[in-house]
């Protein structure tokens, strides 16, 4: 990539090579929340977002680790992005603690959620480069970076001005990938990024995460709860259900482990239940409580 | 350039960001902006309009009438920062970039500094035509105004504020719902206590002893002497915004970041909905 925000490229040459891109060791995190069928001022009890997570990524690996709703998967992201403590176990980001080295950590990660969070009445363009002035990009380099990113993911350039509120929500993903990558992080979180997506935006969302594998020496984490988008883009396949990672292989060994033809079936094999029938809550309603 | 320089230059483009980002929601926003001054025009009149229900001599009333509009003014200026300051949280939540904000290498004094840099600036140009705009409503005049006093006094009094404001920005991350308005108690508690329409001296001992740690008190003091009075900028009102000015911040600083691993333990840094 020729867009790399300047620290990033100063600390990315300090990591410690040795270190794998992600370390997570019984990675514990539980929330306090109240069963909505027992009423509204029910006692609050703790709710396991995860329970004992170990697994390791190496660097330019992409894996991909499925799970429905409230299975943790949001809970994983934010915690290796900064914005969660764990209350027990460790995670480490290129070796650095993601409590104690935050700031470290925050130069080297950046994410895309299933919600391309923006501010609505400004443009793609000042969006992005709002964003990368966080990373120490200039608006002499966001003026040839930011059309330059926003071209790569396919963003017609008469767009580029126009409010984020009048774009679809495929547009709206792009924008959010552009900001992602401008930043130049050595990991990408990416947490449902084709969900709500139409098939050819969906399409042009995984060609680019493809792309940016290929010409780019990143590691990805990509949460998912789609298994065929997990299966043609990851290295490996982890399966969290719960809270707790049931497996982490490559996806060929997870169909010889349980014998099957399937993603779908190995989830069935694993847990005894239908991949569909499953409706968690979701780590958002607790959010959604505070509201209300 | 060194590891310090590089973090310092970034540190200056991430402030510029943040200034840079509410100048193009300015924009975006103008007639809200417009329709705001103007209701900030009219609430001003009903106070400034005291002065001649009073029946004093012209000069006299004048006075009054210049008096009150400097408290309006002002209170006008810290308002806009306390808004400001209280709800950076709360817009971010609301946009739902709350999350790319905190996750980003930005420090969070750099973060509420460039908000608080924002808001002074804003501030001032709003406090500098509702001023200007109610004297010539009212025909209000202050020959012997020292206005470059007032300025320096009020942007030392900025720094303060921006401290203030740092404390009270925290309340939205810990209570999502009920935060932005605890804010407001605290700015309402400011109002009362600091003399914006009335001399201090007026009010019981105790709420005079809050209004000592009032930065509006002395900011209110001394601008309102500059104007009225032409008074040059006197060290009673400098030193203790002074060390409001020191003490706030660090202070302001230290419980957002206390509020800040608050909300990351109860997984409160969120987007809204």
Same mark, same amino acid.
Not at chain 1, 155 to 168: A, I, T
């Given at each position: 990539m020729s867009t790399i925000a300047p620290s990033t490229i100063d600390l990315a040459s300090r990591l410690d090579r040795e270190a794998p891109a992600v370390e997570v060791h019984d990675l514990r995190k539980t929330f306090r929340r109240r069963d909505r069928k027992a009423g509204r001022f029910a006692r609050k009890r703790p709710w396991p977002a995860l329970a004992d997570v170990t697994f390791t990524i190496a660097r330019g690996e992409c894996v991909a680790i499925l799970g429905q709703n409230g299975s943790g998967k949001s809970t994983l992201v934010r915690l290796l992005s900064t914005l969660l403590i764990g209350d027990g176990g460790e995670a480490r980001v290129f070796g650095h603690d993601v409590d104690r080295d935050a700031s470290t950590i925050r130069r080297l990660v950046n994410r895309v959620s299933v919600e391309a969070s923006f501010f609505k009445k400004m443009s793609a363009s000042e969006n992005l480069s709002y964003a990368a002035r966080f990373y120490g990009m200039t608006p002499r380099q966001t003026r040839t970076a930011v059309p330059e990113i926003l071209g790569r993911v396919g963003? &017609? &350039? %008469? *767009? *580029? !001005? %126009? !409010?984020? %509120?009048?774009?679809?929500r495929g547009m709206q993903q792009k924008v959010a990938l552009a900001r992602a990558l401008l930043t130049s992080p050595v990991l990408l979180l990416l947490d449902e990024p084709t969900t709500g997506l139409d098939p050819r935006s969906k399409l042009e969302v995984q060609e680019f995460i493809r792309q940016v594998r290929a010409q780019h020496d990143a590691t990805i984490l990509l949460c998912t709860h789609d298994m065929a988008e997990a299966e043609t883009l990851a290295d490996r396949i982890g399966l969290l259900d719960r809270g707790r990672l049931l497996f982490l292989e490559p996806v060929e060994d997870v169909k010889k482990r349980f014998g099957v033809e399937t993603l779908e079936q190995a989830f069935f094999a694993a847990t005894g239940r239908e991949f569909e029938e499953e409706n968690g809550d979701d780590e958002d309603d607790e959010y959604r409580e505070v509201f209300g | 350039m060194s590891e310090y320089a590089i973090e310092m230059r970034n540190q200056l483009v991430g402030l510029f960001g943040i200034v840079e980002r509410n100048v193009y929601l300015t924009k975006r926003y103008f007639l809200w902006d417009i329709a705001f001054m103007f209701w900030t025009i009219a609430n001003t009149l009903t106070i400034v309009f005291i002065a001649r229900a009073a029946n004093l001599p012209p000069a006299e009333e004048n006075t009054l009438a210049t008096a009150l509009l400097v408290g309006a003014t002002i209170w006008a200026f810290l308002g806009i920062i306390f808004e400001f300051m209280t709800e950076t949280v709360a817009w971010e939540r609301w946009e739902g970039t709350i999350e790319y904000t905190f996750m980003a290498p930005l420090s969070r004094l750099v973060h509420l500094f460039g908000q608080g840099a924002f808001a002074v600036l804003y501030g001032l140009v709003r406090a500098t035509i509702l001023f200007f705009a109610v004297a010539a409503f009212l025909g209000l005049h202050a020959p012997n105004a020292n206005y470059g006093a007032a300025l320096a006094l009020l942007a030392l009094a900025s720094v303060s504020f921006i401290g203030v404001g740092i404390m009270t920005s925290v309340l939205p991350l810990i209570s999502p719902e009920k935060g932005a308005q605890l804010g407001f108690v605290a700015q309402g508690l400011m109002l009362v206590v600091s003399g914006v329409y009335y001399p201090v001296s007026v009010m019981p001992e105790w709420m005079q002893w809050i209004a000592k740690i009032s930065p509006a008190t002395y900011a209110l003091r001394g601008c309102r002497a500059s104007i009225v009075n032409g008074a040059p900028l006197v060290w009673a009102n400098v030193w203790p915004l002074l060390i409001i000015a020191v003490l706030a911040t660090p202070i302001g600083l230290a419980i957002f970041k206390v509020g800040e691993r608050y909300a990351k333990k109860h997984g409160k840094l969120k987007r809204a909905g």
């Open positions: 963003f &017609p &350039p %008469e *767009r *580029r !001005s %126009e !409010s984020m %509120e009048n774009l679809s | -």
